[in-house]
């Protein structure tokens, strides 16, 4: 019989697949789609994935074997791993970023290094940074993450290896599954105990201890022993809740063998017991696009559903789900924030039951490879899998098998674009692919859609179904344009509330109405000034100035999180004249509490939003009238239904309009349509207020007058003739070092050799807005492709000179992250 050999791909930063020999032991049980430990370089032990199998030995090379198989059946299907292909191809990325972004934590195992003193007694000389090490490990901190992150950069690789090579330091390598399964104590009566006269004769012999006869008893009517309607087992938990019985009555009947306790394994996905209900009927505009959707869905795999704010398009995603579950086949419904599950959840849970899965970052990696396997499970087993997951990007790399539909809602938003590491992908776009190599309709829906989404269905590539009425027939709500300026000259200003503001909140609240209020910075001040020397804190980590947190006391950095306690007295000069400047969400709440004394007063941003329930708690909170006052930054603009909000305030929309981005104005206009669309969604038309300094501003009369169109006009002649999405194609070159001057240099040299391709548009090398960020100096480089140009030889062409830059002898320390349709 031929020799097997395992092609794998390792959670590594790496392009290639690795060829393993499969010992005869496993050739029954390797399979592609299965995970496989392997050795890779002379200790490292690694979880790698199967990707396919063959009888061909690689020539001119020692084949190592693979020693262990990790699961019973594949993990993912051939269609999940045509799927990470393309990511690796089209964003310039490797199999190994995929695969670390693809699975979740607990699926991945890891080879942790464990550092150990040798002992020996002959006098060693060491550097200072050896020293270091030495000391972390005579502290007993043996694991060489820990190592690093404590002495951060005064670590060295370098000096670990000298320490290694001199002997005085050895490494162990132990392989570890992150994933352990959740058990709970379940108990059963003894099998022993097959009557009803047997278990009375063995609880008379209890008489003398009555503690545990009464447990007996509290056990056979709990579980209805010898009955019809019996239940076989219990959990522990269950049957001495609400009890006097400690768990060591339950030991003690362990012992006498008339009870049995084992551990089982559980869920740790919360299975809440819904009353199902129907499906509502659509009206007669939601009807008329819902039938709109499925004709264009006969000639074209992607439809864009332009629909208003509180049209109704999540009763139309609901029908569409609905069809695709009769069908047999699942559903995936993309949302941009968590903040958006809290509500839709519900939504979906009332019409599908537990069919539905919810698949987020804040879910502990445990309940993510629980879920992982639930939709998994449904190839085999439909009525334990999952149909529908709803879920934010990562959720596009579940290995569905029977997908039939793709959802993305609010499709314009950034959320959907993964910054870094990578791969620095967009879930929209990766959904249409999804679609594609599916056979499955792809629905993307925004009330504002992205300009290359509506671009793409004036094309022709995508369907187009406009839906521009309010559910209901409400109006859109009104907008009025408030004077930030003229209010300040006038002293009319209470607070950040411009008087027209301040008037509609206080007859809001004498009505019962509730508000949002939007400004797109959290924390009390965006800076501390002294008012002496004019110094302003900044991180030393970063080019940023730090946030003031007036909650905590400190001064802190939102891009490294570096912080300390605001100092008494200026750094610089000593003065204790500190000045806040600007106002973030904090200050806002902080303001408004003497100012509506009697209104109930929540905030909804990072801060605040830490924990797992916070969102659901907040938004509970608003739907159920015990919150008056909203204020939040972008996550209360985000598809959030309250239905007795009146009044939307923008604080601040000078900020939106002047941001130095091709974007900006696009933007602006999608933020502000977003959060006004929160307002008057259920009872009466509701109101909006925009405060600016800019009130002539051309934006923001289009914004008055909701008119996408005339904004999408304008916007597209600017990008036509500028060369910008989606008109052209955008890549970004980021190059980073912690010394600047090797940033310079490698960046120039990138872009000379990019330059001579003279059919790419070069800009830069340039630095950004922060051009330090954790230590490492930033400069970007960004191209301007022509959509005529073939992008995958372009693309060829841009990573064949990162390469070659990288590789040259100055260059080897620096990092080059690629970031193609950077947002």
């Not at 819902?290 to 264009?296: N, V």
């Given at each position: 019989?031929?020799?097997?050999?395992?092609?794998?791909?390792?959670?590594?930063?790496?392009?290639?697949?690795?060829?393993?020999?499969?010992?005869?032991?496993?050739?029954?049980?390797?399979?592609?789609?299965?995970?496989?430990?392997?050795?890779?370089?002379?200790?490292?032990?690694?979880?790698?994935?199967?990707?396919?199998?063959?009888?061909?030995?690689?020539?001119?090379?020692?084949?190592?074997?693979?020693?262990?198989?990790?699961?019973?059946?594949?993990?993912?299907?051939?269609?999940?791993?045509?799927?990470?292909?393309?990511?690796?191809?089209?964003?310039?990325?490797?199999?190994?970023?995929?695969?670390?972004?693809?699975?979740?934590?607990?699926?991945?195992?890891?080879?942790?290094?464990?550092?150990?003193?040798?002992?020996?007694d002959?006098?060693?000389?060491?550097?200072?940074?050896?020293?270091?090490?030495?000391?972390?490990?005579?502290?007993?901190?043996?694991?060489?993450?820990?190592?690093?992150?404590?002495?951060?950069?005064?670590?060295s690789?370098?000096?670990?290896?000298?320490?290694m090579?001199?002997?005085?330091?050895?490494a162990?390598?132990?392989?570890?599954?992150?994933?352990?399964p959740?058990?709970?104590?379940?108990?059963?009566?003894?099998?022993?105990?097959?009557?009803?006269?047997?278990?009375?004769?063995?609880?008379?012999?209890?008489?003398?201890?009555?503690?545990?006869?009464?447990?007996?008893?509290?056990?056979?009517t709990?579980?209805?022993?010898?009955?019809?309607?019996?239940?076989?087992?219990i959990?522990?938990?269950?049957?001495?809740?609400?009890?006097?019985?400690?768990?060591?009555?339950?030991?003690?009947?362990?012992?006498?063998?008339?009870?049995?306790?084992?551990?089982?394994?559980?869920?740790?996905?919360?299975?809440e017991?819904?009353?199902?209900?129907?499906?509502?009927?659509l009206?007669k505009?939601?009807?008329?696009a819902?039938?709109?959707?499925?004709?264009?869905f006969?000639?074209?795999?992607v439809?864009?559903?332009?629909?208003?704010?509180?049209?109704?398009?999540?009763?139309?995603?609901?029908?569409?789900?609905?069809?695709?579950?009769?069908?047999?086949?699942?559903?995936?419904?993309?949302?941009?924030e968590?903040?958006?599950?809290?509500?839709?959840?519900?939504?979906?849970?009332?019409?599908?039951?537990?069919?539905?899965?919810?698949?987020?970052?804040?879910?502990?990696?445990?309940?993510?490879?629980?879920?992982?396997?639930?939709?998994?499970?449904?190839?085999?087993?439909?009525?334990?899998?999952?149909?529908?997951?709803?879920?934010?990007?990562?959720?596009?790399?579940?290995?569905?098998?029977?997908?039939?539909?793709v959802?993305?809602?609010?499709?314009?938003?950034?959320?959907?674009?993964?910054?870094?590491?990578?791969?620095?992908?967009?879930?929209?776009?990766?959904?249409?692919?999804?679609?594609?190599?599916?056979?499955?309709?792809?629905?993307?829906?925004?009330?504002?859609?992205?300009?290359?989404?509506?671009?793409?269905?004036?094309?022709?590539?995508?369907?187009?179904?406009?839906?521009?009425?309010?559910h209901?027939?409400?109006?859109?709500?009104e907008?009025?344009?408030?004077?930030?300026?003229?209010?300040?000259?006038?002293?009319?200003?209470?607070?950040?509330?411009?008087?027209?503001?301040?008037?509609?909140?206080?007859?809001?609240?004498?009505?019962?109405?509730?508000?949002?209020?939007f400004?797109?910075?959290?924390?009390?001040?965006?800076?501390?000034e002294?008012?002496?020397?004019?110094?302003?804190?900044?991180?030393?980590?970063?080019?940023?100035?730090?946030?003031?947190?007036?909650?905590?006391?400190?001064?802190?950095?939102?891009?490294?999180?570096?912080?300390?306690q605001?100092?008494?007295?200026?750094d610089?000069?000593?003065?204790?004249?500190?000045k806040?400047?600007?106002?973030?969400t904090?200050?806002?709440?902080?303001?408004?509490?003497?100012?509506?004394?009697?209104?109930?007063?929540?905030?909804?941003?990072?801060?605040?939003?830490?924990?797992?329930?916070?969102?659901?708690?907040?938004?509970?909170?608003?739907?159920?009238?015990?919150?008056?006052?909203?204020?939040?930054?972008?996550?209360?603009?985000?598809?959030?239904?309250?239905?007795?909000?009146?009044?939307?305030?923008?604080?601040?929309?000078?900020?939106?309009?002047?941001?130095?981005?091709?974007?900006?104005?696009?933007?602006?206009?999608?933020?502000?349509?977003?959060?006004?669309?929160?307002?008057?969604?259920?009872?009466?038309?509701?109101?909006?207020?925009?405060?600016?300094?800019?009130?002539?501003?051309?934006?923001i009369e289009?914004?008055?007058?909701?008119?996408y169109?005339?904004?999408?006009?304008?916007?597209?002649?600017?990008?036509?003739?500028?060369?910008?999405p989606?008109?052209?194609?955008?890549?970004?070159?980021?190059?980073?070092?912690?010394?600047?001057?090797?940033?310079?240099?490698?960046?120039?040299?990138?872009?000379?050799?990019?330059?001579?391709?003279?059919?790419?548009?070069?800009?830069g090398?340039?630095?950004?807005?922060?051009?330090?960020?954790?230590?490492?100096?930033?400069?970007?480089?960004?191209?301007?492709?022509?959509?005529?140009?073939?992008?995958?030889?372009?693309?060829?062409?841009?990573?064949?000179?990162?390469k070659?830059?990288?590789?040259?002898?100055?260059?080897?320390?620096?990092?080059?992250?690629?970031?193609?349709?950077?947002?």
């Open positions: 019989m031929p020799q097997l050999f395992a092609q794998v791909i390792l959670p590594l930063s790496l392009h290639d697949s690795f060829t393993y020999k499969v010992p005869a032991s496993l050739e029954s049980e390797i399979a592609p789609g299965k995970r496989v430990i392997v050795q890779f370089g002379k200790k490292k032990l690694y979880a790698a994935l199967v990707i396919s199998l063959s009888d061909k030995k690689p020539e001119d090379m020692e084949v190592k074997e693979v020693q262990e198989i990790l699961d019973e059946h594949p993990i993912i299907f051939p269609v999940n791993f045509k799927l990470w292909q393309w990511l690796a191809q089209y964003y310039c990325c490797t199999l190994g970023d995929v695969f670390r972004a693809a699975l979740p934590t607990g699926l991945k195992l890891e080879s942790k290094s464990k550092l150990f003193l040798t002992g020996i002959e006098p060693v000389t060491l550097s200072p940074k050896e020293e270091l090490i030495i000391r972390q490990l005579q502290e007993d901190v043996s694991q060489l993450s820990d190592i690093e992150h404590k002495l951060g950069t005064e670590f690789y370098q000096a670990l290896r000298s320490l090579d001199k002997k005085v330091v050895y162990e390598e132990k392989i570890s599954s992150k994933y352990k959740k058990t709970e104590a379940f108990v059963k009566l003894h099998s022993s105990i097959s009557s009803e006269k047997i278990l009375q004769e063995k609880a008379d012999a209890l008489k003398r201890a009555k503690k545990q006869q009464e447990l007996l008893f509290h056990f056979c709990v579980t209805n022993v010898f009955s019809d309607d019996q239940i076989n087992e959990p522990k938990k269950e049957l001495l809740a609400g009890t006097a019985f400690s768990g060591n009555l339950v030991k003690e009947l362990v012992k006498k063998k008339l009870l049995v306790e084992r551990q089982k394994q559980v869920s740790r996905l919360e299975e017991k819904i009353e199902q209900v129907s499906i509502n009927l009206n505009y939601q009807a008329k819902y039938e709109e959707i499925k004709t264009t006969e000639t074209q795999q439809t864009l559903i332009h629909g208003i704010t509180a049209s109704g398009k999540t009763e139309i995603y609901i029908h569409l789900i609905d069809e695709m579950i009769k069908t047999g086949r699942q559903a995936l419904y993309l949302v941009p968590i903040a958006l599950t809290t509500q839709i959840v519900k939504r979906l849970k009332n019409v599908f039951g537990n069919k539905v899965g919810i698949y987020h970052s804040k879910l502990n990696s445990q309940e993510r490879v629980e879920i992982w396997e639930k939709v998994l499970q449904f190839n085999n087993n439909p009525k334990e899998g999952y149909q529908v997951v709803l879920g934010a990007r990562s959720a596009v790399f579940l290995p569905f098998s029977k997908l039939g539909i959802i993305v809602d609010e499709e314009h938003e950034n959320s959907f674009k993964q910054f870094d590491p990578a791969p620095r992908y967009n879930a929209r776009d990766m959904a249409v692919v999804l679609g594609y190599q599916n056979d499955a309709k792809v629905l993307l829906g925004s009330a504002t859609p992205s300009f290359e989404s509506y671009y793409n269905a004036l094309k022709n590539k995508y369907g187009l179904v406009n839906l521009m009425k309010r209901s027939e409400m109006e859109l709500p907008i009025l344009v408030a004077d930030i300026k003229r209010a300040y000259k006038r002293k009319q200003m209470r607070s950040f509330l411009t008087p027209e503001l301040f008037e509609m909140m206080e007859t809001a609240l004498e009505k019962n109405e509730q508000i949002i209020l400004q797109n910075r959290r924390g009390y001040s965006p800076y501390v002294c008012f002496s020397c004019g110094d302003i804190p900044k991180c030393r980590n970063c080019d940023v100035s730090l946030t003031y947190h007036k909650y905590k006391r400190r001064l802190s950095c939102h891009y490294c999180g570096f912080s300390y605001l100092p008494d007295k200026c610089n000069c000593g003065s204790p004249e500190l806040t400047r600007g106002y973030g904090e200050k806002i709440e902080d303001e408004l509490k003497p100012l509506f004394r009697n209104a109930r007063i929540a905030r909804m941003d990072l801060d605040t939003t830490q924990s797992k329930n916070a969102f659901a708690k907040i938004v509970k909170n608003l739907e159920e009238r015990k919150t008056d006052i909203l204020i939040g930054t972008q996550m209360v603009t985000k598809g959030l239904d309250f239905e007795h909000v009146s009044v939307v305030g923008i604080l601040n929309a000078d900020n939106l309009i002047n941001f130095p981005d091709f974007r900006a104005h696009e933007r602006a206009y999608q933020l502000i349509s977003q959060v006004a669309g929160r307002a008057g969604r259920k009872h009466k038309q509701g109101k909006v207020v925009i405060q600016t300094s800019q009130p002539d501003h051309p934006l289009l914004i008055r007058e909701q008119n169109q005339a904004t999408l006009k304008e916007q597209f002649e600017e990008r036509q003739l500028f060369k910008y989606p008109f052209f194609r955008l890549v970004k070159i980021v190059v980073k070092h912690k010394n600047v001057q090797s940033v310079d240099r490698a960046a120039n040299q990138l872009a000379q050799h990019l330059r001579k391709h003279k059919q790419l548009v070069v800009m090398p340039e630095y950004p807005l922060i051009s330090r960020i954790q230590l490492w100096h930033h400069k970007e480089i960004w191209i301007k492709i022509d959509r005529k140009l073939n992008l995958d030889l372009v693309k060829k062409e841009i990573t064949a000179a990162v070659t830059v990288r590789h040259l002898p100055s260059n080897s320390s620096c990092v080059f992250n690629i970031d193609v349709d950077p947002s």
